[in-house]
């Protein structure tokens, strides 16, 4: 909080900043909620794909998936960089707006990375 507020504990800071931090605070809970989620999600579909892989005796069903795994989270992690940085660029002369348009930006990207990664892995390795 120091270097988003200036303040070392929240004492200092005003009804407005106080109401801003429980808000990132909100923010944060929901990020690591959600990468949980996926995390399941994923770990259910590789599972998902290993039993497959032996049904089928070939390692193309899990080695497909595992693939489409990790594209798809490296390209949401590239995404949302990219997002929340051309978000904030965006949103720079709106001033407080900025944080609007890089968490859009954030989103839009990551979205748009997660689904990309998800192509590329089909063409690279159909299921």
Same mark, same amino acid.
């Given at each position: 909080?120091?270097?988003?507020?200036?303040?070392?504990?929240?004492?200092?800071?005003?009804?407005?900043?106080?109401?801003?931090?429980?808000?990132?605070?909100?923010?944060?809970? &929901? #990020?690591?909620?959600?990468?949980? %989620?996926?995390?399941?999600?994923?770990? %259910?579909?590789?599972? @998902?794909?290993?039993?497959? @892989?032996?049904?089928?005796?070939?390692?193309?069903?899990?080695?497909?998936?595992? $693939?489409?795994?990790?594209? @798809?989270?490296?390209?949401?992690?590239?995404?949302?960089?990219? #997002?929340?940085?051309?978000? &904030?660029?965006? &949103?720079?002369?709106? &001033?407080?707006? %900025?944080?609007?348009?890089? $968490?859009?930006?954030?989103?839009?990207?990551?979205?748009?990375?997660?689904?990309?990664?998800?192509? $590329?892995?089909?063409? %690279?390795?159909?299921?």
């Amino acid at each position: 909080m120091y270097q988003l507020f200036g303040e070392s504990n929240h004492a200092g800071l005003t009804g407005a900043q106080l109401v801003q931090a429980k808000q990132l605070r909100y923010l944060k809970i &929901g #990020g690591r909620v959600s990468l949980v %989620v996926g995390v399941v999600v994923d770990t %259910v579909q590789l599972a @998902s794909a290993a039993v497959e @892989s032996y049904d089928k005796n070939s390692a193309k069903p899990f080695a497909a998936q595992a $693939i489409r795994t990790a594209g @798809s989270w490296a390209g949401a992690w590239a995404g949302a960089k990219a #997002g929340v940085a051309l978000g &904030g660029l965006a &949103g720079i002369e709106t &001033g407080p707006g %900025v944080v609007l348009t890089a $968490i859009g930006g954030g989103l839009i990207g990551g979205a748009a990375g997660y689904f990309g990664g998800h192509w $590329i892995a089909d063409w %690279v390795c159909e299921n």
